[in-house]
């Protein structure tokens, strides 16, 4: 059975350059806002893997889970839902000077698995939160959900073309 884990100690699991480690977590990587829009992980928790290696320099890390995310449809605001797939990948060599080299979420040999979870799943959101592939989205004149009405019935009189309102005013 999983275990829950926000943090882990890297240095316990892989004490040694070689020595690696797999483990099946339970995390919670939290609620995304995107503009006001909230998007949350289902059930709050998800399983994840995480394999760590010891490196000569430091530590590498992998993290792969899968998430149901609830939210709002971008088009028609229609409750929506997603399964996201994460497969986040860092390095940490304390001892480079290197950016690339160095994760943000690991201090002193503990790896903040909360925090990575997060902006792993941030990152792997699709660009368009929708309800379905083929959402409509809203009636620009009125607002009305056009997945709910008929093409054929819904209709706006065309406002005229500003431009030739000093035209009109000839007549």
Not at 62 to 74: D, E, P, T
Not at 116 to 139: K, N, S
Request: with cysteine; net charge negative.
């Amino acid at each position: 059975m999983p275990q829950r884990a926000d943090t882990i100690d890297l240095a316990r699991i892989a004490p040694a350059p070689g020595d690696g480690q797999r483990l099946d977590l339970d995390i919670v990587p939290g609620e995304l806002q995107y503009g006001e829009e909230a998007y949350a992980v289902e059930g709050e928790t998800t399983t994840a893997r995480l394999d760590v290696s010891r490196t000569a320099a430091g530590f590498a890390l992998h993290l792969r889970f899968a998430a149901q995310i609830g939210g709002s449809c971008v088009r028609c605001l229609e409750p929506a839902q997603a399964r996201v797939e994460v497969d986040a990948l860092e390095v940490e060599q304390p001892e480079s000077n290197d950016e690339e080299l160095r994760s943000p979420y690991v201090e002193a040999d503990e790896l903040d698995v909360r925090r990575w979870a997060h902006d792993a799943l941030a990152l792997a959101m699709p660009a368009q939160f929708l309800c379905r592939p083929d959402c409509l989205g809203l009636c620009p004149v009125c607002g009305a959900s056009l997945n709910d009405v008929d093409p054929a019935d819904h209709q706006h009189a065309r406002a005229p073309d500003p431009r030739w309102d000093k035209l009109r005013e000839l007549k």
